[in-house]
């Protein structure tokens, strides 16, 4: 009776556990149909993560002092591109003023941009901050090459007081382009787009191209065509790719957030130097928007008389979406694009 009852009382259990499992499998359906729900009725949400600014990555930084990151040769300045809007910005001087960059103010800094070495202005991608481990990495390397590089939070990330927005990041950019070129005299200034930062970049470049004061080049790390394909394609999406009215849902509410990032089209009225960089491993932004951007940028009328360069690298190496400051190759690739800074000669 004993071994019968043991074994009739394993039963409720088993019963238990599949309906615990049921319930559960129940919850999550209704989770996964709530969510595209969710996010159509709140625009918002969709704007959220496609800037990811609430995220800060490594969350315990002083933005104040670069010199915690190893940036011992790095400015810390706040510029005001519009009312209530203020931007936390980094300015790291080239190698070969390391050394005098010392114990100096934000006076001798702004100054130094006068010193003839070129300027990068350095547009980062969503989530994290100036301060983010592979973006202090590439200043360091950068820096070491002969560049100042400048760099900022846009309004909502960082330190950076205001609300994220497309307009407002491009103006925020703008007014840090601006800033650079009182201060550069006839140095050449490029910039640098990285990932999401490449869709403040070619809005920028536009701009600057329209208004007749074009950049001495634009570099592109790991670019999308625009950001409904770049949204289609993310790691993220993968789970609803195939739910019925995907671009409904989850594209269209970009859309009427006014979030376009549109490369592909802003490539069509942009006139200099154009270099695009992209790991074939990249999880982030597939290899072949990047690869279908420069196919588009490449047969523009408007780079007609300018270089047009694609430099994949490829999936042996590693580099995925945010680490081609790591390539040895590099500082050649940049050499060999931008020419040589001036006072590096030497090296």
Same mark, same amino acid.
């Given at each position: 009776?004993?071994?019968? @009852? ?14 615990? +499992? ?24 969709? *704007?959220?993560? =496609? ?24 400015? /810390? ?7 209530? =809007? ?8 080239? *190698? *070969? ?28 991608? /969503? ?14 390397? +950068? ?21 994220? @927005? ?22 050449? =200034? ?27 080049? !634009? ?51 942009? @006139?200099?130097?154009?270099?695009? +960089?992209?790991?074939?491993?990249? &999880?982030? =932004? ?6 279908? +951007? ?36 590099? &500082?050649?690739? !940049? ?13």
């Amino acid at each position: 009776m004993a071994a019968r @009852s043991g074994v009739g009382g394993g039963h409720p259990r088993r019963h238990g556990l599949w309906f615990r +499992l049921r319930r559960l499998i129940i919850w999550l359906l209704g989770v996964y149909i709530a969510i595209p729900f969710l996010v159509k009725l709140c625009p918002a949400i969709q *704007a959220k993560l =496609v800037f990811l600014n609430f995220v800060r990555v490594p969350y315990f930084i002083d933005l104040k002092r670069p010199q915690d990151q190893g940036l011992n040769h790095t400015c /810390n300045y706040y510029l005001q591109p519009e009312e209530d =809007v203020t931007i936390g910005v980094w300015h790291t001087v080239p *190698a *070969a003023l390391w050394k005098n960059a010392r114990g100096k103010d934000q006076l001798w800094f702004e100054d130094a941009l006068g010193s003839s070495h070129p300027v990068i202005l350095y547009l980062h991608g /969503n989530a994290g901050t100036r301060g983010g481990d592979h973006r202090v990495e590439l200043y360091k390397v +950068l820096s070491s090459l002969g560049y100042h590089v400048v760099t900022f939070d846009y309004r909502g990330w960082g330190d950076s007081v205001g609300s994220p @927005s497309e307009r407002g990041m491009t103006y925020d950019a703008l007014h840090v382009f601006d800033w650079i070129k009182a201060r550069s005299g006839d140095n050449p =200034v490029y910039i640098w787009g990285h990932s999401l930062g490449t869709g403040v970049a070619t809005n920028l470049v536009r701009r600057l191209c329209e208004r007749e004061t074009p950049p001495e080049a !634009l570099i592109l790390e790991s670019p999308f065509t625009n950001i409904r394909e770049e949204a289609r394609s993310h790691p993220f999406s993968v789970i609803y790719r195939y739910f019925p009215g995907f671009d409904w849902f989850f594209l269209d509410p970009i859309t009427t957030s006014g979030i376009k990032f549109a490369n592909d089209e802003n490539v069509k009225y942009i @006139s200099c130097s154009l270099l695009i +960089l992209h790991a074939e491993d990249d &999880p982030v =932004v597939p290899f072949h928007l990047g690869k279908k +951007l420069y196919n588009i940028a490449a047969t523009s009328r408007s780079f007609r008389d300018y270089k047009v360069q694609f430099v994949p690298f490829h999936t042996d190496l590693g580099y995925r979406h945010k680490y081609i400051y790591r390539s040895p190759e590099l &500082p050649r690739i !940049l050499r060999e694009f931008l020419g040589i800074p001036e006072h590096e000669h030497h090296h």
